[in-house]
């Protein structure tokens, strides 16, 4: 059968009119511009342009790899590993200068001893923290490169400052107030250095839109309409909640626990003060042996020149020559492994606290409290040297002691609460299933 007489001429029209335009220009005639097509090499788009939404994935074909996301993962992780690379070598220089290439290999050797005790116990702490092993490395590579670095140069230079000027009130006022305030605010610099969102400027946003990745081109300048402001609506209790502020990386570890149901405020879950104290004894942790490495590398360099004085005077060596090593191991090896871990435990927690409340004053004060009572605790316990052997004795038994034992305490409580839950969790998944 033969098509109806009006359907070939239709057919005809329309192919005419979607064909393209090769009619070609004689002297005579003119062709009419039609639309022009945007380049697609483009790199930057123009303003205010939008682009069409990327076409799905089928459904067997793997995801697009985020190389946005790694290549600003890798820069920074790059950056911290030179930046702590430097400090090491630095730090490892200033040490060799003062205690010798001898003395800072038995300072080395001697500052290793207390290590593993240290390290296991806030490992086994971080079974309920959950902190990631980068965390972890680059808390305890900050503590032993970046903070003694910070934290020698700065205490030599105030050392002779208040010396040149006060005298011996000066040695007090260093070793009881300036010592404190520079270590401990170099060693809680690393728990900031975790909340900045150091790589999120650096990603680019093309797995979100499908456009090339172009991060260093700034866009072309288009007109900018005046923005809106629309009021809040009315939360009941809005003031006393407390978001993470836009500013700092929301770590996984260092959420606020969901609203109870008794009242709105958020609590700070075991999970949150438990990766305050891991973060916190990490940094310390690598603080504690560069400290060691130093000054018993010092006192061995003391004792050795003494001994080398005693046989050029005829007196036979003995083991007493080297008592001054033995003292200053017993003291920071054995008696307080974990006194630099305590006191920067308690910014830790501070923190840890001040990210995770709901309660908007407590937010503003745990920090700068954790803190100061860090400050505190180490300025007592530097002080207590110069008090003699009994005054040494009596600080240690009536601070030291109850601070570690009520660290001790938290841990085991912050373990057992996560155990608990986690039993409770899969009891509630067992009676789904």
């Given amino acids: 059968m033969g098509s109806p007489a009006g359907g070939g001429s239709r057919a005809t029209v329309q192919a005419a009119a979607d064909a393209p335009e090769t009619v070609p220009r004689t002297g005579d005639t003119r062709t009419i511009p039609g639309p022009r097509r945007r380049r697609a ?43 702590l690379a430097g400090c090491g070598v630095l730090i490892l220089h200033l040490v060799q200068r003062q205690t010798g290439t001898v003395g800072l290999l038995v300072g080395v050797g001697l500052a290793m001893v207390p290590l593993p005790f240290v390290l296991g116990a806030l490992a086994w702490l971080n079974l309920t923290a959950r902190v990631p092993l980068r965390h972890t490395v680059f808390c305890l590579g900050w503590g032993a490169c970046a903070a003694t670095t910070v934290a020698i140069v700065a205490n030599n230079w105030t050392a002779s400052y208040l010396t040149s000027h006060q005298g011996p009130l000066g040695e007090l006022l260093g070793a009881g107030i300036a010592t404190p305030l520079i270590e401990e605010t170099a060693k809680a610099t690393a728990l900031l250095v975790l909340l900045l969102p150091l790589g999120q400027r650096l990603r680019c946003h093309g797995r979100r839109t ?46 606020p626990a969901p609203p109870s149901g008794g009242g709105p405020h958020r609590r700070s879950r075991p999970r949150t003060l438990a990766a305050g104290v891991v973060l916190g004894g990490m940094t310390a942790c690598g603080f504690a042996f560069t400290e060691n490495a130093l000054y018993l590398g010092r006192a ?44 920067t435990a308690l910014t830790g927690i501070g923190l840890a606290v ?41 600080v240690y038994g009536a601070l030291m002691v109850p601070c570690f034992a009520a660290l001790v305490c938290f841990a085991a409580w912050a373990r057992s609460r996560a155990a608990r839950h986690a039993a409770r969790r899969d009891r509630r998944s067992a009676r789904v299933v």
């Fill in 41 to 83: 090499h483009r790199l930057v788009p123009w303003a205010g342009a939008a682009s069409p939404p990327p076409p799905p994935p089928p459904a067997g074909a793997a995801a697009p790899p985020r190389h946005g996301r790694s290549v600003a993962v890798s820069s920074v992780t790059a950056t911290a590993v030179l930046t």
């Fill in 210 to 255: 499908g456009r090339p990745c172009a991060p260093l081109l700034h866009r072309l300048p288009a007109s900018r309409l005046p923005r809106t402001y629309a009021r809040r609506p009315a939360v009941p209790h809005a003031r006393g909640r407390l978001r993470l502020r836009p500013y700092l990386r929301p770590l996984p570890y260092l959420r």
């Fill in 300 to 343: 061995f360099t003391t004792d050795q020149r003494q001994r080398l004085d005693s046989i050029g005077l005829g007196d036979p060596p003995s083991l007493r020559d080297f008592d001054g090593t033995v003292q200053t191991f017993v003291l920071r090896a054995l008696l307080s492994p974990f006194a630099h871990p305590l006191f």
């Fill in 354 to 394: 001040a990210l995770t409340t709901g309660r908007r004053w407590l937010a503003r004060l745990a920090a700068p409290t954790g803190l100061l009572l860090a400050m505190a605790l180490h300025g007592t316990w530097n002080a207590a040297a110069d008090l003699g052997t009994d005054g040494f004795l009596v």
